[in-house]
Every structure is written in structure tokens, then in C-alpha cells.
T-cell receptor, first 113, second 116 residues
Framework: GDSVTQMEGPVTLSEEAFLTINCTYT??????LFWYVQYPGEGLQLLLK?????DKGSNKGFEATYRKETTSFHLEKGSVQVSDSAVYFC????????????FGTGTSLTVIP | GAVVSQHPSRVICKSGTSVKIECRSL??????MFWYRQFPKQSLMLMAT?????????EQGVEKDKFLINHASLTLSTLTVTSAHPEDSSFYIC????????????FGPGTRLTVL
């Protein structure tokens, strides 16, 4: 079945460091791919998404490119800030999932000054 | 916009009591709503999918008699945890899909349930 595999954390970086959180997926058909962010004690917020191969989602300095050939959707940011500390979830959804979302296990990011 | 609210944001109850959590789509009509449960430091686990006016579809392993879901209108779904026990303590999150908004879900802020 459809699934998402996400890099395990926790990840600790210094401010202004480069961030990569790996995400790969398994799906039939052509799903949409998402990154959600969860701040402590809060619900999920959509960070970015891509709906077809080679699309690049971007928001708040974060980017991820939908790579069909490697079935990946890695999240990157060139210079992280303390305020980026949160848990990041990769997810997929598509016509073959009944629009149900499948989430990765989440990666906790802590950025230290 | 597409705003989803949940009420209450936090609830503490005694073991054996029932707790109702509301999920509302504030500025759109939600054809489908989803209920998730999240344990500490873990991912979201889909509990059930509810469509307005019909019975909810529960995921395997989720007790439908314990977690009652009612989707009475296009803007409101409720989750009732019946006869709550400490092991039901968790973070419950709902999401809603918009008509013709393919593959997009909008998440509520979550409800922290603590059963004493």
C-alpha cells in the first residue's frame, strides 16, 4: 500500500545551518506530496506541497522537489532559525488513497542559537 | 481561507466519563472530515473518516463503539470518547476536505485529552 518513509530524528542544528530532512514514498498512481509542520502543543500547518512530478513546493525559505524517479520529496532550507524548531511531517495523498493522508513518523528539529 | 477549529483545546476528565470534541470548518463546507490520534512524539494515526449524513468509516483496530463520530452537517463533526480511560489520553486532531479542492486537507489545532 501507499506509505511514506521519513528520516528519523531528532535533528539538532546551529542557527544558519543547512537543513535536509529526507522523505521517500511508495504509491500507486500519482499522489500529491506535502510537508506539514507542528509546533509544540499545536496542530499541523501545511508548509508546502507539490502535486506532480518535478514540481517544487516552497514556503518560508523551505523547499522540496517532487522527484518521481527517486520517489522522494526531501525538505531543505538553506539557513535555519531558532523559530524553525518544530516537528516536520512528510505526507502523501492521492486518488488511489481516497484522498486519505499518509504521514511519515515525523522528524523533530531543534535549532540552537 | 480554509479554517478548521476544534473545541475544546484541552480537556481533563475522570475515568469512566464521556468527552465530546467538536471539529468545525469555519469558512467552507467540508464534504469529508478525518479524525486522527497522535501519541507523544509519534505520527498521526488515522482513526476514522466521516462523510456528512452517513456513518463514519473506521480504521482497523479503532473501536467504533468507543469513539463515536457524528458528522451532522457540512461544517461540524464530533468525536465522542465514551467511558474514557487513562489510555485514551492523547492529542486528537481533525481535518476537513473542501469540495473540488483535490487532495487538500485543512487541519484543526488539536484537542489534548487527559483522562485521570
Amino acid at each position: 500500500g501507499d506509505s511514506v518513509t521519513q528520516m528519523e530524528g531528532p535533528v539538532t542544528l546551529s542557527e544558519e545551518a543547512f537543513l535536509t530532512i529526507n522523505c521517500t514514498y511508495t504509491a500507486t498512481g500519482y499522489p500529491s506530496l506535502f510537508w506539514y509542520v507542528q509546533y509544540p502543543g499545536e496542530g499541523l500547518q501545511l508548509l508546502l506541497k507539490a502535486t506532480k512530478a518535478d514540481d517544487k513546493g516552497s514556503n518560508k525559505g523551505f523547499e522540496a522537489t517532487y522527484r518521481k524517479e527517486t520517489t522522494s520529496f526531501h525538505l531543505e532550507k538553506g539557513s535555519v532559525q531558532v523559530s524553525d524548531s518544530a516537528v516536520y511531517f512528510c505526507a502523501l495523498s492521492g486518488p488511489n488513497t481516497g484522498n486519505q493522508f499518509y504521514f511519515g513518523t515525523g522528524t523533530s528539529l531543534t535549532v540552537i542559537p | 481561507g480554509a479554517v478548521v477549529s476544534q473545541h475544546p483545546s484541552r480537556v481533563i476528565c475522570k475515568s469512566g466519563t464521556s468527552v465530546k470534541i467538536e471539529c468545525r470548518s469555519l469558512d467552507f463546507q467540508a464534504t469529508t472530515m478525518f479524525w486522527y490520534r497522535q501519541f507523544p512524539k509519534q505520527s498521526l494515526m488515522l482513526m476514522a473518516t466521516s462523510n456528512e449524513g452517513s456513518k463514519a468509516t473506521y480504521e482497523q483496530g479503532v473501536e467504533k463503539d468507543k469513539f463515536l463520530i457524528n458528522h451532522a452537517s457540512l461544517t461540524l463533526s464530533t468525536l465522542t470518547v465514551t467511558s474514557a480511560h487513562p489510555e485514551d489520553s492523547s492529542f486528537y486532531i481533525c481535518s476537513a476536505g473542501k469540495p473540488r479542492s483535490y487532495n487538500e486537507q485543512f487541519f484543526g489545532p488539536g484537542t489534548r485529552l487527559t483522562v485521570l
